[in-house]
């Protein structure tokens, strides 16, 4: 079998589909895809939302929850305690198969008309402001994570605790403020570090200890923008920089960012990759044109992706046990055989077409069903009644295919259309990674929710707050602020103010949102372009912010000619960073 090229349906562009992708196709019984990848991909990520919750009505009690769907999505939510109860029976909702309509037209209306839970959580400990987690004691507002207590406004990473306003950190305690830090303790303001201890505002550290704005070393102590210290000149230089005060947190931050530019990157963020490719990769084999996987195996096309998992393509989020899984949203923890779902787990087994199904297999459009077999829009078949009647539904997806509202064609073997979804685009992880204004996202046919008026009056400026946590006070948890840049409100808690109080920082003068999009400015998309490595020889190509070039420091495998080498990279060529392979990469940390 050769390769062969087709046009998308959605973006009009070229896509290869190569002879290993036919073969995984034809293993698991599915058509090629009629989108590209990345189309595919963001139209899975249009069914998630990483870090927003809404108030609206519980559908069986009228009471206000909280849940991860906005109060105008007509289905009815109900409370996971009730959800989960056996007060209510899915199975009342199911009916015959319509081969007068077409399949999508039929699930979209039967998908809105089954409850829905209001969250995506389980073993939860004094948690209740949190969704798309698990195993969470003492948390607010935390977000796509496992294992983590005692913190506020993570999202992504997990077994971590004691920390505040951190993306994809795992295995550390008191962080603040970091990106994609692993294994670390008091790290701050940091990004990409792995297993330091009293880190601040630096970059790619790997097994330092006390060090502040530094970039690429490794194993290295008191060092002050890569230039070491004594010990106690280190101690004496942290103590006049006077980081409990906010005006002096907001200087060091702008140094730092602009002294990271300074150096190369690497032009993948990953360890351990074997015959991989992708972005944010960790201990994985034959990996492909993925992103954020850790210890997968047999992987293309997949996207945050937690151990183990395999042999699966255009998978978004979870695993944890998964295998065999084809364009699935939020399905993991011993899944597999499943195909075209969303919020399906755990333990579940040749789904197709379903929501919301817990611990099920052999299931084909069906939604909130738990411990169910052989069923087909929540309707109880015989195991061959079920299997026959598959057979005439796929038959009569291609004969009969749903046309969306753009003129794409949806056949058996499509996820579902992004009309169909109860996320706003805005509200979605597509908008986190490819941002579009609302006129934008309109005239792609997403749909769109704007903010609601706001609720509460703010009772302080952040402009107004005190400059040092030395000088804030309890009565602090009773005002509203006035976010400084965005102007909405937020609150500090107790648990983060008793966390700036442990560690000597300053109050935040940005709201939650705010914040956050601050530190996903760091966070590379998962697109890919091809480029050459920025080593020139003894200097790189690409000026630094300063527009100087940046000088080796040791001469690279080429010698003083320019480097060959080329590369899949996730950062785009118009951004600032110097941008090296693996070798030239390597030649230049400490």
């Known amino acids: 079998?050769?390769?062969?090229?087709?046009?998308?349906?959605?973006?009009?562009?070229?896509f290869t589909i190569e002879p290993e992708d036919f073969n995984f196709y034809e293993k698991i019984k599915v058509p090629p895809p009629t989108f590209c990848p990345e189309c595919r991909m963001i139209r899975r990520f249009i069914w998630r939302s990483d870090h927003h919750l809404?108030?609206?009505?519980?559908?069986?009690?009228?009471?206000?929850?909280?849940?991860?769907f906005h109060k105008d999505v007509s289905a009815a939510i109900y409370d996971l305690d009730y959800w989960n109860s056996d007060a209510w029976d899915p199975m009342q909702y199911g009916r015959e198969y319509d081969f007068s309509r077409p399949f999508f037209e039929q699930f979209k209306e039967f998908l809105y008309t089954v409850p829905w839970p209001a969250k995506s959580v389980q073993r939860m400990i004094n948690s209740d402001y949190c969704d798309q987690a698990g195993g969470f004691k003492n948390c607010y507002l935390c977000f796509s994570a496992d294992g983590t207590e005692n913190s506020a406004y993570m999202v992504f990473g997990g077994m971590s605790r004691d920390s505040l306003d951190c993306y994809e950190v795992r295995d550390s305690e008191l962080c603040y403020q970091d990106v994609m830090v692993d294994e670390s303790y008091r790290t701050f303001f940091s990004l990409d570090c792995e297993s330091c201890t009293d880190v601040w505002f630096s970059r790619d550290l790997i097994g330092c200890t006390n060090c502040f704005g530094c970039v690429g070393l490794r194993s290295k102590s008191y060092c002050i923008f890569n230039q070491p210290y004594s010990r106690e000149e280190y101690i004496e230089k942290l103590k006049s920089f006077g980081l409990n005060s906010h005006s002096n947190i907001q200087v060091f931050r702008k140094r730092a960012y602009e002294f990271w530019l300074k150096f190369p990157v690497k032009f993948i963020h990953g360890l351990q990759n074997v015959n991989s490719t992708g972005e944010h990769m960790h201990n994985t084999k034959n990996v492909h044109h993925s992103f954020d996987v850790h210890?997968?195996?047999?992987?293309?096309?997949?996207?945050?992706?937690?151990?183990p998992a395999?042999?699966?393509?255009?998978?978004?989020?979870?695993?944890?046990?998964?295998?065999?899984?084809?364009?699935?949203?939020?399905?993991?923890?011993?899944?597999?055989?499943?195909?075209?779902?969303?919020?399906?787990?755990p333990g579940s087994r040749a789904l197709e077409y379903s929501a919301f199904c817990r611990s099920s297999s052999d299931l084909f459009g069906c939604v909130?069903?738990?411990?169910?077999?052989?069923?087909?829009?929540?309707?109880?078949?015989?195991?061959?009644?079920?299997?026959?009647l598959r057979e005439k539904i796929i038959k009569h997806m291609n004969e009969m295919p749903y046309t969306d509202a753009r003129g794409h064609v949806y056949k058996y073997g499509e996820f579902f259309p992004q009309e169909f979804s109860p996320l706003a685009y805005n509200e979605s992880i597509a908008n986190d990674f490819f941002k579009l204004t609302k006129e934008e996202a309109l005239v792609k046919g997403y749909t769109w929710r704007d903010a609601e008026p706001q609720e509460y009056q703010t009772t302080k400026n952040a402009v107004d707050l005190p400059d040092t946590i030395e000088e804030v006070f309890e009565d602090i948890l009773k005002d509203i602020i006035k976010c400084e840049r965005c102007g909405k409100a937020y609150r500090i808690i107790k648990m983060e103010l008793d966390f700036y109080r442990r560690i000597g920082l300053p109050l935040p003068h940005?709201?939650?949102?705010?914040?956050?999009?601050?530190?996903?400015?760091?966070?590379?998309?998962?697109?890919?372009?091809?480029?050459?490595?920025?080593?020139?020889?003894?200097?790189?190509?690409?000026?630094?912010?300063?527009?100087?070039?940046?000088?080796?420091?040791?001469?690279?495998?080429?010698?003083?000619?320019?480097?060959?080498?080329?590369?899949?990279?996730?950062?785009?060529?118009k951004r600032p960073e110097i941008v090296y392979c693996e070798s030239c990469y390597q030649s230049e940390v400490a």
């Open 54 to 68: 809404f108030r609206r009505k519980d559908g069986a009690s009228d009471k206000e929850i909280f849940s991860g």
């Open 510 to 573: 940005l709201c939650v949102l705010c914040r956050f999009e601050d530190r996903f400015k760091f966070v590379n998309p998962p697109k890919f372009w091809h480029a050459k490595c920025h080593c020139a020889g003894q200097t790189s190509d690409q000026q630094q912010v300063t527009g100087d070039k940046y000088q080796n420091t040791v001469s690279h495998f080429h010698g003083t000619d320019r480097c060959l080498n080329e590369f899949e990279t996730s950062y785009d060529p």
């Open 295 to 307: 210890g997968g195996e047999n992987l293309k096309y997949c996207q945050f992706i937690a151990p």
């Open 368 to 388: 909130s069903l738990k411990k169910k077999q052989y069923c087909i829009f929540n309707k109880q078949y015989s195991k061959e009644e079920y299997f026959a």
């Open 310 to 345: 395999s042999d699966s393509y255009d998978y978004s989020n979870w695993g944890v046990g998964t295998s065999l899984m084809y364009e699935c949203m939020t399905c993991g923890e011993g899944c597999s055989e499943m195909k075209f779902c969303f919020e399906s787990w």
């Open 1 to 14: 079998m050769t390769s062969e090229v087709k046009v998308c349906q959605n973006c009009r562009g070229q």
